[in-house]
């Protein structure tokens, strides 16, 4: 027994914060991955389809597509295993809660590709990209923010409607700006927030 309630108290607090970095993710682990994966390969499609249809870096037509497909499958099983080792300690409402946000991505993304892959045949190529890239970010602003609605995760939120200004504003502004804007402010705000999230954790 604790002869001083306020030992008690902080021991309990102390469990407390230790049972919550046990079941958290690193935000670094979760956010930098698809960070890194926006920045490279919307990097490269602004370098070899930039504003107005300029080729500013000459390399094959292929690459910005294939880095985006290979990074995004790396990135995905990536922060899959994460998430799946900090939710082994997890059940109930909570578990299934995770279970149903993640489906939810998988079915989103599956919706678009299906539309996109219909409409987009019948775009010029310069507008196919442009509404493959814009409706793609769209759903991750969206998700993100649905998340954080879900899990009442502020930092979340604040990260989907940052993705979701920068990309309207990249829409509007057209093919190669769009790619820029997703790349430096989409792919750099992933990247903030990972560090922020790590930073309050601790």
Do not use: K
């Not at 490279?40 to 107005?52: C, N, Q, T």
Request: charged content about 15%; proline content about 5%; overall charge neutral.
């Amino acid at each position: 027994m604790f002869e001083d309630p306020r030992e008690a108290l902080r021991l309990i607090e102390r469990e407390q914060v230790n049972t919550i970095r046990e079941v958290t993710p690193d935000p670094r682990l979760m956010y930098w991955p698809w960070g890194l994966t926006w920045l490279i390969s919307f990097g490269l499609s602004f370098l070899r389809y930039g504003p107005e249809g300029r080729v500013l870096v000459d390399f094959p037509e292929w690459v910005p597509l294939s880095a985006m497909t290979g990074l995004l499958i790396v990135a995905g099983i990536f922060t899959g295993i994460v998430g799946a080792r900090s939710g082994r300690h997890i059940s109930g409402p909570s578990s299934r809660q995770g279970a149903m946000y993640g489906v939810s991505w998988s079915v989103g993304f599956t919706g678009l590709a299906v539309v996109f892959g219909q409409v987009g045949e019948s775009l010029p190529e310069h507008l196919a990209g442009l509404l493959w890239g814009g409706g793609m970010v769209a759903l991750v602003g969206v998700l993100y923010m649905a998340g954080a609605a879900i899990w009442q995760l502020r930092d979340m939120f604040v990260l989907g409607a940052w993705i979701s200004g920068v990309n309207v504003i990249g829409v509007l502004l057209g093919p190669g700006w769009h790619a820029l804007l997703i790349a430096v402010a989409g792919g750099g705000g992933m990247l903030v927030a990972g560090f922020v999230g790590w930073w309050r954790l601790r």
